[in-house]
């Protein structure tokens, strides 16, 4: 299994060094990925947590990160597809991906919160139609020389493209959510799945939901990178409702629990876990980190 760890750029620290701190920190005690959240308002839960604090745009955030680690995966956990122009972003990733040397992964979504939809003027009702059509966009861009693309949202030809990803045939595209619509995007067009908040039980039938829609779609499950967000909640600190509510996240009083929970997703067919810490503490942050490395981790390898 491989371990992931997220950065805390959505956890309103002040001092922004201290949150790109932890992505060498990572690489050093031996962790295999970093992941970044994405949102553009505290709106919702996220402004009960943050009210006007920093929440640290994810790419800005990856971009120092593939400056200052050599080896970690750099990743989106996730992107709110339907927040981004795919050819802007499409641009941003493949440039990042040329400087990180092919570290990138772009987790997606299609985002939940109205509020935000509302200011960004977007239609809450089309976001999954949108996050389809950007990630053909994002794909096509990628992947063709002299890339076409027609549709009433987006129109292209006779352009160039450049620089390309340097992974091939393109940076990986984990899906997120759990949905129907989601599992379906990952079956049909992710090159992995990726939900959050969701419970072993959950992602183990959502994964042989999965493989057959992949199955009958002629692509083969084998392809696909199984991976989950999962909410390490902090000792003393009170987890994420949301969260807690679908049953998902672990607890992180002690090693022997994360590695009960950590076990329990393993079984469930997850082979990357990415473990959110619950908390803005730096101090906790760091120390919660390393005692993942020094008596989980080892445990799984």
Same mark, same amino acid.
Request: hydrophobic fraction near 40%; charged fraction near 20%; aromatic fraction near 8%.
């Given at each position: &299994? +491989? ?5 805390? %750029?959505?956890?309103?620290? *002040?001092?922004?060094? +201290? ?5 060498? !920190? ?5 962790? #295999?990925?970093?992941?970044? &959240?994405?949102?553009?308002? =505290? =709106? ?6 943050? @009210? ?6 994810? !790419? ?17 956990? $996730? ?9 802007? !972003? ?8 040329? &400087? ?6 772009? /987790?997606?979504?299609? /985002?939940? &919160? ?17 996050? =389809? ?11 063709? *020389? ?8 987006? %129109? ?42 969701? @419970? ?22 084998? #392809? ?7 909410? $390490? ?15 998902? /996240?672990?607890?992180? #009083? ?12 393993? #079984?469930?067919?997850? @082979?990357? $876990? $990415? ?11 760091? +120390? ?6 020094? =008596? ?6």
């Amino acid at each position: &299994m +491989q371990f992931g760890i997220t950065i805390p %750029n959505n956890w309103g620290i *002040e001092d922004p060094k +201290q949150v790109l701190a932890f992505g060498p !920190l990572a690489e050093e005690l031996g962790f #295999d990925s970093v992941w970044v &959240m994405d949102h553009l308002f =505290n =709106n919702g839960y996220i402004r009960e947590r943050l @009210d006007d604090k920093p929440y640290y745009h994810p !790419l800005a955030v990856l971009s120092h990160l593939s400056a200052t680690t050599e080896k970690v995966i750099l990743g989106t956990s $996730v992107l709110v597809l339907p927040y981004h122009n795919p050819v802007e !972003l499409a641009k941003y990733a493949a440039t990042l991906d040329q &400087m990180s040397g092919g570290r990138v992964t772009l /987790g997606v979504g299609v /985002g939940a &919160m109205t509020e935000e939809f509302e200011a960004l003027g977007l239609s809450l009702r089309q976001r999954g139609s949108l996050t =389809n059509e950007s990630i053909r966009v994002m794909k096509e861009l990628w992947t063709s *020389e002299d890339p076409v693309y027609h549709s009433r949202r987006w %129109n292209f030809e006779n352009l160039k493209f450049s620089p390309k990803p340097v992974q091939a045939p393109h940076i990986p595209l984990w899906i997120g959510g759990s949905s129907p619509g989601a599992l379906r995007r990952a079956a049909t067009m992710g090159d992995g799945w990726h939900p959050s908040g969701v @419970d072993p039980e959950t992602y183990s039938t959502g994964r042989r939901e999965i493989q057959d829609l992949a199955r009958a779609a002629g692509r083969e499950p084998d #392809d696909l990178t199984w991976s989950a967000r999962v909410e $390490v909640v902090a000792p003393g600190v009170p987890g994420n409702p949301r969260t807690a509510a679908r049953g998902g /996240g672990i607890s992180g #009083d002690s090693p022997g629990d994360m590695i009960a929970g950590i076990r329990a997703y393993q #079984d469930a067919g997850v @082979d990357h $876990v $990415v473990l959110a810490l619950g908390t803005g503490d730096a101090g906790m942050i760091t +120390q919660m980190m390393e005692t993942i490395a020094r =008596n989980v981790i080892p445990e799984f390898r």
